[in-house]
């Protein structure tokens, strides 16, 4: 059975591999791209509109995690300053005390007073020794700690900030958006005024369909111009436009009548 739908997949994807580089695939990729364009144009700015606002307000929710983010971060970093904090505190007392014992080992005798008790001095620096290994240990790990909570409240900032920008970036782009809206009111209005038909949707879309066939004729007619143009030359395609002319104005004349003539008051 797996063996099936393995070949029937390799099948498929070998298929697409094919018609992706033959005729057949570029026409159907080209009927398809023809076929996206055509649905985009065909919705209408309110719709567009509203689906950005959609969109908006999941990009607004879509944040929540990121202030969910940030929120952790902030008390990540400040479990970590505590911990730096409470080291430092540790080490500049075991640093004291230390300090106090080199301090008790100054003298010629064999015994010394620390703390109120007599200790051996051998005993002593003994233990200076091994406070102090640890100590140098644990003062290496403050500094490592150190460094990286300055990391952690580096990064913390930069969230912070990205947090805040996309936050007026969404407001600026809900105002955009507003302002879109209004604009396009203001433009349906218009079109009502001028054109009564407009409120009714499927005159619209009759009165798209009619503007778009007369840039068509038109396109034709500037195509066949040209046409005329490069086959008859530019002599023949002056003569042509002149005739016409002639003719519109001849036409001009015979509706309006012959031109008055202007007398200057310098001729009176």
């Known amino acids: 059975m797996f063996k099936k739908v393995l070949i029937a997949t390799l099948a498929v994807v070998f298929g697409l591999a094919v018609i992706k580089g033959t005729w057949i695939g570029s026409h159907l990729r080209m009927k398809f791209s023809k076929a996206s364009c055509w649905v985009k144009d065909r919705v209408p700015p309110e719709q567009e509109i509203e689906r950005l606002k959609m969109e908006l307000n999941n990009l607004s929710r879509e944040d929540d995690k990121h202030y969910d983010m940030v929120a952790r971060q902030i008390q990540k970093v400040k479990k970590q300053e505590r911990e730096v904090a409470r080291l430092k505190e540790e080490l500049s007392k075991r640093e004291t005390n230390i300090r106090d014992m080199r301090t008790a080992l100054v003298g010629a005798g064999e015994f010394v007073n620390y703390n109120g008790n007599r200790y051996d001095k ?147």
């Not at 046409?227 to 001849?250: C, H, S």
Request: glycine share 2%; aromatic share 2%; hydrophobic share 35%.
């Open 122 to 268: 051998s005993e002593l620096q003994d233990q200076i020794r091994l406070d102090a290994r640890a100590f140098l240990a644990d003062e290496e790990t403050l500094k490592s700690k150190e460094q990286h909570l300055k990391a952690s409240q580096k990064s913390l900032s930069i969230n912070k900030k990205k947090l805040n920008d996309l936050k007026v970036v969404r407001e600026q782009m809900a105002t955009e958006l507003q302002k879109l809206e209004t604009a396009l009111a203001e433009e349906r209005q218009i079109q009502a005024q001028s054109q009564n038909t407009l409120d009714d949707a499927d005159y619209l879309r009759i009165r798209k369909d009619m503007d778009s066939i007369r840039d068509k004729i038109e396109f034709l007619k500037t195509k066949r111009e040209l046409k005329g143009e490069a086959v008859n030359g530019p002599v023949r395609a002056t003569e042509l436009k002149r005739e016409q002319e002639t003719k519109l104005d001849k036409a001009i004349e015979a509706r309006f009548g012959a031109k008055k003539e202007v007398v200057s008051e310098t001729s009176k």
